[in-house]
């Protein structure tokens, strides 16, 4: 049974009354009538049930195109599924595809009267954008090396599945008070990005009748944003075959307690820091009284959610390729001499990581060298060492209703001019976004450019930024903290050199940014 109105919810805000009239995942029913008419007689009220088809109505809205997001839960994907996916960016969106930070992938420019045949391709391919946005589970992400990681307790990707399954299409959970981000990772460099999810399995052992067991320990309430929080840790230990049923259980505590009046508290960490972790942690064991306390965790740094470069695998004598994709943005072209090289010399299989790249994994030792060699990698590099490689940045003002400033188009050139100019040893994370919201994740960044308006000399307003310094997930986790002033576009350059040539001159050897 769903979300069940209560005395308490007098004051629902409007998304919420209108999801007791219609459910979210309706929208699949109504298309093939909708789309029928010009969409400029759609109402906007009816926007909000587009999110849960995975689709946000682009800019200028009454042109009547849109984003659309496809879920890939745990970013793997078969060389079918891949094709299918740059032939959507071929057919209907303008040629390109954008990388995000949850291992998912978008378009934009795909047209209202399109939407019918769009979903019915995604869905032969056995992809969905079900639940891509809106007030639901979201994808749910895994470490992008699971199953082939030397540095993991377990292959996650049956837990990963269970999960995105659980979930899917499942009316009892698709009236949520707002998203729901769940991470899923046994990778001890903490892949998964425990900390900014609002429910995440963290790699953990745990001796039991004798015997250490490897599973997870959990945290829970994170989330970026205008407000972000980090997650906090359950004294609870969950066993693999626990994980869906701990999903569930965190979830309906959700659904059923989280905040539905105003939607700017409405998220899992508001309710986690209302009645703290020990509460919570009482109300999920009412539901699953087994549970054994936490374990010790084996998490012991972090990656950052990225796999960039060539590295082997745990199995012996093969080897995976993680391909920079500056800014997440890819032509379709390009995304399929990346398939063409997966089917000649992988194992069907292209996956995506948290910092808008692509991996292909399988690659046998013998054919390296001939990977290498291929055409694509003087376009594309794997050979990760510049600030563009590690950089991520989000939709901004080109198609997000909520930006204040573009992103994408001065990233590139702005990180590769940096690029010019400076060589570490160390990755260093530049981040860019469009508003004070965390779609590229600004506030982990070890820089983190939040785009905003300001005043110029001559009382206009226009695109400025500040400028924020100092986030990680490592040892639990640290924001960003914000320096002083605002910068205009022209100025982003100088603000930038300076930051880094202090760094350059100031690091020890080998220190990161975030311990300099
Ligand atoms: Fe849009 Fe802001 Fe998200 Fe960027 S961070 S995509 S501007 S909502």
């Known amino acids: 049974m769903g979300y069940q109105i209560t005395w308490a919810d007098a004051k629902l805000n409007k998304n919420e009354l209108s999801k007791l009239k219609k459910d979210g995942l309706d929208v699949f029913q109504d298309l093939p009538e909708l789309v029928k008419k010009p969409f400029t007689e759609i109402d906007k009220s009816y926007y909000m049930y587009f999110k849960f088809a995975g689709l946000t109505v682009q800019k200028p809205q009454e042109q009547g195109n849109f984003m659309l997001r496809v879920k890939i839960p745990g970013g793997t994907i078969n060389l079918k599924q891949a094709r299918h996916l740059a032939g959507i960016a071929t057919e209907y969106g303008h040629g390109y595809l954008d990388l995000t930070t949850r291992q998912a992938v978008q378009y934009h420019w795909i047209p209202f009267a399109k939407l019918p045949e769009v979903f019915a391709g995604i ?8 639940g891509a946005e809106g007030d639901i589970t979201r994808n749910v992400i895994d470490n992008p090396l699971s199953g082939i990681d030397p540095n993991e307790l377990f292959d996650t990707r049956p837990a990963v599945q269970r999960v995105h399954h659980l979930f899917q299409g499942n009316r009892d959970y698709s009236n949520l008070p707002r998203k729901f981000k769940i991470s899923i990772n046994s990778n001890i460099y903490n892949a998964g990005n425990a900390e900014i999810n609002d429910l995440a399995f963290v790699p953990a052992t745990k001796r039991i009748n004798g015997r250490t067991v490897k599973g997870f320990n959990l945290k829970v309430g994170g989330g970026l944003g205008m407000r972000p929080y980090l997650g906090l840790g359950l004294n609870i230990f969950v066993t693999r075959s626990q ?9 309906k505590l959700y659904r ?7 939607r700017t508290k409405a998220r899992l960490k508001f309710l986690i820091q209302d009645w703290g972790v ?18 010790d965790s084996a998490v012991v740094g972090w990656s950052n959610g990225t796999a960039l470069g060539i590295h082997p695998q745990k199995q012996a004598g093969y080897y995976y390729v993680g391909v920079s994709v500056p800014a997440g943005r890819i032509s379709a072209a390009d995304f399929r001499a990346f398939v063409d090289l997966a089917a000649k010399y992988g194992r069907d299989e292209l996956r995506f990581d948290h910092g808008q790249n692509l991996l292909i994994p ?6 390296l060298a001939a990977v290498k060699a291929a055409p694509i990698f003087n376009k594309f590099s794997y050979q990760p060492h510049n600030l563009v490689d590690f950089g991520t940045t989000c939709t901004g003002a080109e ?13 590139t050139p702005l990180l590769a001019q940096l690029d010019q100019k400076f060589s570490f040893s160390q990755p260093v994370h530049i981040t860019l976004t469009g508003c004070g919201n965390g779609c590229a994740h600004r506030s982990i ?41 605002k910068l205009f576009t022209t100025q982003l350059y100088g603000a930038l050199a300076a930051l880094l040539a ?15």
């Open 123 to 130: 869905n032969a391919v056995g992809l969905t954008t079900q």
């Open 243 to 251: 994980v869906a049923a701990v999903a569930e259980a965190v979830v």
């Open 256 to 262: 059923d307690n989280g905040y539905r009046r105003s």
């Open 278 to 295: 020990a509460e919570f942690e009482a109300k999920l064991r009412e539901q699953l009284p087994k549970l054994a306390t936490a374990g």
């Open 362 to 367: 399988w690659i046998a030792a013998a054919d």
């Open 399 to 411: 198609y997000c209703n909520l930006a204040y400033t573009h992103t994408k188009e001065i990233f």
């Open 445 to 485: 960044a070890d820089i983190g450019i939040e785009g905003l308006t300001a005043k110029t000399k001559d009382g206009q307003r226009a695109e400025a930024f500040k400028i924020a310094v100092g986030g990680s997930l490592l040892d639990g986790g640290h924001f960003t903290e914000v320096l002083k002033g």
């Open 502 to 516: 202090d760094y350059q001159t100031q690091q020890l050897p080998d220190e990161t940014y975030y311990a300099y």
